[in-house]
């Protein structure tokens, strides 16, 4: 993750404070740069080879927790919906998020509020034709590409 923290810490540095969570991309890199193993975890879900089964997995499981008008929010191009810890850990899974959450070294009330607050930012972000892509998001590399595209364009 070499090339994420340096993307990171010189946005970062150009930028001064950015904002609460769920405050745009300023909020996104605050998040990130404070547990920068939290982009991990978000790239392994939203990746078509992560274990979530990629952004298409990741909707079906909010859609089948009764969450899918806030997760098409986030792809959508209005604003976005929020969400709270219990309704992820509704969505993904208890265990799931015990998993997460010790990656994290959090506790799993903590890690469902971080990707609370971190999800929907992100999936707008990398969804900016309002639409999901038939074939995906493509592969964890591909994330960080694009994770980094949009950080060098925060600068």
């Not at 952004?55 to 929010?73: P, R």
């Amino acid at each position: 993750m070499g090339l994420l923290d340096s993307v990171l810490g010189s946005v970062l540095n150009n930028n001064g404070q950015q904002g609460q969570a769920g405050a745009g991309l300023g909020g996104l890199i605050g998040m990130l740069a404070s547990n920068p193993q939290l982009i991990q975890v978000a790239t392994d879900m939203l990746a078509n080879n992560g274990g979530q089964g990629g952004l298409g997995g990741l909707v079906s499981k909010f859609e089948q927790a009764g969450l899918g008008d806030a997760i098409q929010s986030w792809i959508g191009s209005g604003a976005n919906q929020p969400v709270s810890g219990d309704q992820v850990t509704s969505a993904l899974g208890a265990g799931t998020v015990s998993d997460i959450a010790a990656k994290l070294g959090l506790d799993p009330g903590d890690a469902a509020s971080q990707l609370s607050h971190i999800l929907p930012g992100l999936i707008n972000h990398l969804t900016p034709e309002g639409q999901a892509p038939e074939q995906g998001l493509g592969s964890g590399e591909d994330l960080m590409g694009m994770l980094g595209g949009l950080l060098k364009q925060a600068r």
